[in-house]
């Protein structure tokens, strides 16, 4: 079925936007007010929130630093002659664990305490990893998604017929952030090497996913408890954009238009769902990998609704939710994922913005 005949089914039609900002500029001003804030230059780590909190550690949880680093990919993006990322590896590689069964990254430096591994932390810098890998052919960054891939699959066993733990030490949930990304790093691969292993495992997760944690609607719940059988059904905008991005990979990989089809289904509850009041529903870093699906998407569609509305929410956060120090958040407690989640939109959207895509 060719694309105009699914976008007339799905009632996708062609909307006026006013005049957007000028991203490129916002992100260079928010990347600035992120390093000014945030990194630590006396120990080489970032804090938590811009503002010390009571409860506070020292130095960030790892999360923080997997915004960053796929941040600093779509800065490579728009400025290609910098080295934005290698700051951020140098924190992530203090966070460095290698204890069997496969080396990982552990959600806390292991020098101040050591805590659990968690595999969608992993998997989000395996992804920004590989996006880098495809720019600039570097063969660390391959060596990194395979890394990321190998600890990430301890975590895959046949309990509940399949699918990735959220966490290592906790074996109750599988959860759609640690299955959907896990889709995109095996996706990733596939691309890279051509192993036919790394498409199959994509599929069997994808297929497990879809079967366990997809709602009528298209949306993707929270998790499963393998024990109990039990969903958490809360939609988050980052599970539906793994999810959404996974059918592009799997369309681009396989040529089977259905994931093409399915992409869209997604898209067009994602927007419904998440972009329809015209602000965000979700935190910035979810809002920022479910703009990652979209632009995927839009790279086969040509069809640019769903980016004009994720657009329309960003201006209206600017407009209202900077504060003083250039900080996206006018809360005291203004926290790094946030800054990283909004530091990638601006990044992405600009990169469209200089493509006529806005």
Same mark, same amino acid.
């Given at each position: 079925?060719?694309?105009?005949?699914?976008?007339?089914?799905?009632?996708?039609?062609?909307?006026?936007?006013?005049?957007?900002?000028?991203?490129?500029? $916002?992100?260079?001003?928010?990347? #600035?007010?992120?390093?000014?804030?945030?990194?630590?230059?006396?120990?080489?780590?970032?804090?938590?929130? =811009?503002?010390?909190?009571?409860?506070?550690?020292?130095?960030?949880?790892? @999360? *923080?630093?997997?915004?960053?680093?796929?941040?600093?990919? /779509?800065?490579?993006?728009? @400025?290609?002659?910098?080295d934005y990322m290698k700051q951020?590896?140098?924190v992530i590689d203090k966070y460095?664990?290698?204890?069997?069964?496969?080396?990982?990254?552990?959600?806390?430096?292991?020098? &101040?305490?050591?805590?659990?591994?968690?595999?969608?932390?992993?998997?989000?810098? %395996?992804?920004?990893?590989?996006?880098?890998?495809?720019?600039?052919?570097?063969?660390?960054? !391959?060596?990194?998604?395979?890394?990321?891939?190998?600890?990430?699959?301890? %975590?895959?066993?046949?309990?509940?017929?399949?699918?990735?733990? @959220?966490?290592?030490?906790?074996?109750?949930?599988?959860?759609?952030?640690?299955?959907?990304?896990?889709?995109?790093?095996?996706?990733?691969?596939?691309?890279?090497?051509?192993?036919?292993?790394?498409?199959?495992?994509?599929? $069997?997760?994808?297929? @497990?996913?879809?079967?366990?944690?997809?709602? *009528?609607?298209? !949306?993707?719940?929270?998790?499963?408890?393998?024990?109990?059988?039990?969903?958490?059904?809360?939609?988050?905008?980052?599970?539906?954009?793994?999810?959404?991005?996974?059918?592009?990979?799997?369309?681009? #990989? +396989?040529?089977?238009?259905?994931?093409?089809?399915?992409?869209?289904?997604?898209?067009?509850?994602?927007?419904?769902? &998440?972009?329809?009041?015209?602000?965000?529903?979700?935190?910035?870093?979810?809002?920022?990998?479910?703009?990652?699906?979209?632009?995927?998407?839009?790279?086969? +569609?040509?069809?640019?609704?769903?980016?004009?509305?994720?657009?329309?929410?960003?201006?209206? =956060?600017?407009?209202?939710?900077?504060?003083?120090?250039g900080l996206m958040g006018r809360?005291?407690?203004?926290?790094?994922?946030?800054?990283?989640?909004?530091? /990638?939109?601006? #990044?992405?959207?600009?990169?469209?913005?200089?493509?006529?895509?806005?």
């Amino acid at each position: 079925m060719s694309f105009v005949f699914l976008a007339a089914g799905l009632g996708i039609f062609s909307v006026g936007y006013s005049q957007h900002p000028d991203y490129k500029k $916002e992100t260079s001003n928010l990347f #600035a007010a992120v390093n000014r804030y945030f990194y630590i230059p006396d120990s080489g780590f970032y804090r938590e929130h =811009a503002v010390k909190q009571k409860d506070d550690h020292p130095v960030s949880y790892l @999360w *923080p630093l997997c915004a960053l680093i796929q941040a600093t990919n /779509e800065l490579e993006r728009l @400025w290609p002659h910098k080295d934005y990322m290698k700051q951020v590896y140098q924190v992530i590689d203090k966070y460095d664990d290698p204890a069997p069964p496969s080396p990982g990254y552990d959600s806390y430096p292991g020098r &101040f305490k050591r805590e659990d591994r968690y595999y969608d932390d992993n998997q989000w810098i %395996g992804i920004a990893a590989m996006d880098a890998y495809f720019r600039k052919g570097k063969k660390s960054d !391959l060596k990194m998604g395979k890394k990321i891939c190998a600890f990430m699959m301890t %975590g895959y066993d046949t309990v509940s017929g399949g699918g990735i733990y @959220w966490r290592e030490g906790d074996k109750d949930t599988k959860n759609t952030c640690s299955n959907g990304p896990g889709i995109i790093v095996l996706m990733q691969l596939y691309q890279a090497t051509h192993d036919r292993a790394y498409l199959k495992q994509a599929q $069997e997760i994808y297929y @497990w996913t879809n079967q366990h944690l997809r709602s *009528p609607d298209h !949306l993707y719940y929270d998790n499963i408890n393998v024990k109990t059988g039990a969903l958490s059904k809360h939609p988050f905008s980052y599970n539906t954009g793994t999810m959404l991005q996974s059918n592009v990979y799997l369309f681009e #990989a +396989t040529k089977d238009s259905s994931y093409l089809w399915e992409a869209e289904k997604v898209a067009v509850s994602a927007e419904k769902y &998440f972009l329809s009041d015209g602000k965000f529903r979700d935190d910035y870093w979810f809002n920022a990998v479910l703009l990652r699906g979209l632009e995927h998407l839009y790279k086969h +569609t040509g069809n640019s609704r769903h980016l004009k509305a994720f657009a329309k929410c960003t201006d209206y =956060a600017l407009a209202n939710e900077k504060n003083a120090d250039g900080l996206m958040g006018r809360d005291k407690a203004v926290n790094l994922v946030g800054q990283g989640g909004m530091l /990638e939109i601006l #990044a992405r959207l600009a990169w469209l913005q200089q493509k006529g895509a806005l």
